[in-house]
């Protein structure tokens, strides 16, 4: 029987655990769960590991992983060893009875989401970690610790753990802005609104390319996948990309100038306005 | 020629020609070619082939004084100064640029300023504030500087002054637009500033603070200090009371909004906190705050002093439609280039050697 | 360090972008920029230069990008080389990467090969790996900082939760992180000897490959249906700043 492979590292993804076995049922695969932890500790060269992986994919119909940085790595080399095709960053996943393989990424960062099939006999996709959701009750095969390999091309001399302020993807309220905010200054404004109501303060890849905000604060398929309690967006169109970051947020508040950005259309909560004043207003009453 | 963002600016021109209105050195000449939108058909031309970069054409691209009115007002949005920047540099690639701009440039490749003369030392070295003089300011205006540190001494505020200050780069900037050479300099001036490890910089002269504010951080100098006009910052310390001036008055005056407080900036208030304390009673200028038109610049002024003295007549002319007899500044250049052509019974005022008469 | 690579994308500078009828992008309606992750690869490869080392862009793209490709060379770029062919059009990532892979060993010996971590219109961030392998040599992705180090490179490496330090061999490939370099500006000297130097354009031919190795052809993913509704619509109630008061307050 062919198999479902599922690569698991560092940070294993349990919702797309849950979402593998799904699919290796409808499409009758076998699911297979193997883990390059161990792996990815022993050596900081991910070309070591994708080579050594390409043993592992004799019966591989469908390999997929979460997209982490290390595996965003691992994951094309290998594909490249195969010939295989590999869809990155995928926010969705369907599969036919004959075990093909129906990837949906959003597209050319604006408001398109692409649905792709891939031609090779493997089958490859990334996934945004946290894109589905896990289940505690959810019954999978054991999980296969992978042989560690060892290179010293790539060498890890140094290792800093980031402490402290884990920043936008742990904040239960994020105040976002868009390049609707106009200039730095609106966005030192709407930080200090941000930590006045005790939220983190996030943005839309065009704000930081527009240079109103670090890249650190970017929400969205190049940035931060956030799923926080309440996600004010302001200022922000809804570009699809940006959409994938934080369609996990709890409650969506949107305040635009233009009535027909795509933004109200996933938002629970909606003001049309200048965002300066409506932010004063807001300051005021809180 | 120029970058393709240059082009997209120069060839989106309406042709609704306010910046024609607007242009203090086509005011003053009256010749088309002077104009912002002239020059951006001139580039057009160019990148169309029905033209060629030539030396008149150079001299066209440098008879501008850079002073952003014309963006302030443009109904697109397009920025001129951002081609005619563009155009200088190629000017100076292709040895097109006039001979004046050019021994400019070898002034400032000499001896680090453009008046090729060393700067004075102003014998300061205290630990509250950094304040950064400027080439102007130090070779051309130095009572301005002494009477400025002169203030902060009264306000007991101990200040330091660069020995050899380099140059911030904002006059090669002028001369040859956004380069290499111009970064050089800032990381140079950059790096003299964070080496003195002061909390604050005080920029007497707002061309030099807008270089530091708005450009250095994305040629990645960026100043650790936090970089204050000198006049917000006086204005702070009457604010505070650290300076009580006397009561006394000294009659009608208008303030001039320099070209980059005016409109890199937006401050407007400080200069005339400064002009209040000093004794003026302020009337505006029609042309005032975002729009105030251009004295000339420094830079400008050497080399090209006839069309420069001209714009600077052209603000004094403002001025003389008020009832003031007082043109009040804060701005080393502004004064420099105002100075060389002070109308009959009409009296230029440095404020801050004014302000130090009163406290 | 003999020869520096730096890959360089081309990217649209709109932000809408037209498709044609096969869900691809459409480059001759958009005018270009220089993919911004990309600026920090030209920009390290720069600082890595020695008196000997030869810097060499490497880009693949329409031929319409040579102009601001050109403007490279001002910076200090000794040779740009640009892959157009329309055979090479409609590529994904795999194709992408062998096109690369050919053109590289066009270009003779190198030290490294440095790229941008993704570039910003169809965001896969593969391409830096997938040239690895095809090269069959080491990478290192969400590089910052890269220094000379005793046997190679230096750089650290932006993970989910740490940062790390590592030491590479040569030679090697490094993709860099968005903003981790400034791009210098031109210099007057720079502008004047790029008055010289010319793009060289390589046709598929030029670099070894058949057409079914390349662009549409030699892709193995397809997209099959494009939608321009992202799921998770909502149902908005529009209301006030006093409502929405309420709502920022049930959360605090």
Redesign the interface.
């Known amino acids: 029987m062919q198999e479902l492979l599922l690569i698991q590292g560092t940070r294993p993804d349990m919702g797309l655990q849950r979402k593998a076995a799904q699919l290796a049922e409808t499409g009758k695969l076998q699911l297979r769960i193997l883990s390059v932890a161990k792996a990815e500790a022993a050596t900081a060269d991910d070309s070591a590991i994708a080579k050594g992986l390409v043993a592992e994919t004799n019966n591989a119909r469908v390999i997929l992983a979460p997209a982490t940085v290390r595996l965003r790595c691992i994951m094309p080399m290998l594909a490249y060893r195969l010939q295989a095709g590999l869809t990155a960053d995928c926010t969705g996943l369907e599969i036919t009875e004959t075990g093909q393989l129906l990837q949906t990424r959003p597209a050319f960062g604006n408001s398109l989401m692409a649905t792709i099939e891939t031609l090779s006999a493997v089958q490859m996709a990334t996934v945004r970690p946290g894109t589905f959701p896990a289940d505690p009750n959810g019954e999978y095969p054991q999980t296969e610790e992978w042989e560690a390999c060892f290179s010293d091309a790539v060498k890890c001399i140094e290792q800093q753990r980031q402490t402290g302020d884990q920043g936008i993807t742990q904040a239960k309220i994020i105040v976002s802005g868009g390049a609707g905010i106009g200039s730095k200054e609106g966005f030192d404004k709407l930080k200090a609104f941000a930590h006045k109501i005790g939220a983190a303060l996030g943005a839309s890849r065009n704000a930081v390319d527009l240079g109103y905000a670090p890249y650190s604060a970017q929400v969205g398929i190049t940035g931060a996948t956030v799923s926080p309690r309440l996600y004010i967006a302001v200022g922000i169109s809804g570009a699809v990309q940006h959409l994938a970051g934080m369609s996990g947020a709890e409650t969506v508040i949107a305040i635009n100038q233009d009535p027909k950005a795509p933004i109200f259309q996933y938002a629970d909560y909606g003001i049309v306005g200048d965002w300066e004043t409506i932010i004063n207003q807001l300051e005021e009453l809180l | 020629m120029v970058?393709?963002k240059a082009l997209?600016h120069a060839e989106k021109c309406r042709f609704c020609w306010m910046c024609r209105h607007l242009c203090p050195v086509q005011h003053q000449t009256g010749k088309e070619l002077n104009t912002p939108r002239a020059k951006g058909l001139l580039l057009s031309m160019l990148s169309k082939g029905t033209a060629e970069f030539d030396k008149d054409m150079a001299k066209a691209m440098y008879e501008c004084m850079l002073c952003d009115a014309c963006v302030n007002d443009c109904c697109t949005g397009y920025q001129p100064p951002l081609f005619i920047r563009e155009a200088r540099?190629?000017a100076?690639?292709n040895d097109l640029a006039p001979a004046a701009v050019m021994q400019c440039i070898e002034n400032i490749e000499n001896s680090g300023n453009i008046y090729g003369a060393e700067k004075p030392s102003f014998g300061q070295d205290g630990t509250d504030v950094l304040v950064y003089i400027g080439e102007v300011a130090a070779c051309k205006v130095p009572e301005m500087a002494k009477a400025y540190l002169r203030l902060l001494k009264k306000a007991g505020v101990s200040a330091k002054v660069l020995d050899c200050e380099p140059a911030s780069g904002m006059m090669l900037a002028d001369l040859?637009g956004?380069?290499?050479?111009?970064?050089d300099q800032a990381k140079s001036c950059a790096d003299a500033i964070n080496a003195t490890g002061l909390p604050t910089v005080v920029v007497l002269d707002s061309y030099d603070a807008e270089i530091m504010k708005q450009h250095y951080a994305?040629?990645?100098c960026e100043i650790k200090a936090e970089v204050v006009t000198a006049t917000a910052y006086v204005a702070k310390l009457l604010e505070d009371g650290k300076l009580t001036p006397k009561a006394e008055a000294k009659g009608a005056g208008a303030c001039h909004d320099d070209d980059r407080l005016a409109r890199s900036f937006h401050e407007f208030a400080p200069v005339r906190d400064i002009a209040k304390a000093a004794g003026y009673t302020l009337t505006e200028m029609f042309n005032k705050e975002r729009l105030a038109k251009s004295c000339g610049t420094a830079v400008a002024l050497s080399y090209m002093p006839g069309i420069t003295t001209k714009v600077a007549s052209g603000r004094w002319a403002d001025l003389c439609r008020t009832e003031a007899k007082a043109m009040l500044t804060a701005n080393p250049q502004a004064y420099l280039c105002l100075s060389q052509c002070v109308p009959e019974g009409m009296t230029l005022v440095d404020l801050y050697t004014a302000l130090n008469e009163v406290v | 360090m003999k020869q520096i690579i730096a890959c360089v994308k081309l990217v649209p500078a709109a932000a809408e972008v037209a498709l044609d009828g096969q869900f691809r992008l459409k480059r001759d309606s958009t005018s270009l920029q220089l993919n911004i992750a990309d600026l920090s690869a030209v920009e390290a490869a720069l600082g890595l230069k020695e008196a000997d080392t030869q810097v060499t862009v490497l880009s693949m793209g329409p031929a319409k990008g040579e102009a601001l490709l050109q403007e490279l060379f001002a910076l200090g770029v000794d040779r740009v080389v640009l892959l157009s062919d329309r055979a090479l059009a409609g590529a994904d990532s795999l194709a992408t990467a062998r096109a690369l892979a050919a053109g590289v060993r066009c270009l003779g010996e190198f030290s490294c090969i440095l790229c941008g971590r993704r570039a910003l219109d169809a965001e896969t961030g593969q391409i830096p790996g997938q040239l690895a392998a095809a090269l069959d040599i080491p990478a290192v992705t969400n590089g910052q900082q890269l220094e000379k180090a005793d046997n190679g490179l230096s750089c650290r490496r932006l993970l989910e939760t740490a940062v790390e330090t590592l030491t590479v061999e040569l030679p090697c490939v490094v993709s860099l992180c968005e903003y981790s370099y400034t791009l210098r500006l031109p210099s007057i000297l720079g502008r004047r000897r790029a008055k010289d130097k010319q793009v060289e354009i390589l046709t598929a031919a030029d670099i070894g490959l058949v057409a079914e190795q390349c662009g549409l052809q030699g892709s193995k993913t397809k997209v099959v249906h494009v939608d321009t509704k992202a799921p998770g619509l909502r149902k908005c109630s529009y209301c006030n700043p006093e409502a929405l008061c309420g709502i920022i307050k049930g959360v605090q």
Do not use: F, I, K, L
């Open positions: 970058s393709q997209q540099t190629e100076v690639v040859m956004y380069v290499q050479e111009v970064t994305e040629w990645g």
